[in-house]
């Protein structure tokens, strides 16, 4: 089942260490319209106050976040990892840029799907 989120994906989506271990079932926990706890999407921050937002997989299930354009930067399996990735991230940012600017570091090279499930996009 295609989700019918509106959610951009980064092409060098993050990865953290479990969830790169498992890319396509955890892709696929965001997409088939289920809810997985365990699953966290890291995206570009919804208000100027925030570095980057993290919301279980679960949250993005209601009804206003399906209607909201996501800009998701990576992924992750556990609330552990989620947290560690957002950081990583942001050092990212810091290291290169000399500031926590998020979305000029990672520019705008977003897509309707992860480059990981491509092919099978279009199938659907």
Known sequence: MKSDHNIK????LYWGEKAGQQK???LDGFLDG???PR???IALPSNGKNLLDIFPQPVLLQEHYR???LYAVGVSVGKTEAMRLAGQIVMDAYRTTGTTDIQTFLGDDYSDAPDELQDSWREW
Request: aromatic share 18%; proline share 0%; no cysteine.
């Open 24 to 26: 396509r079932a955890v």
């Open 39 to 41: 699953l966290y999407l």
């Open 34 to 36: 289920a809810a997985h």
């Open 9 to 12: 994906w980064y092409r060098n």
């Open 67 to 69: 209607k909201s354009e």
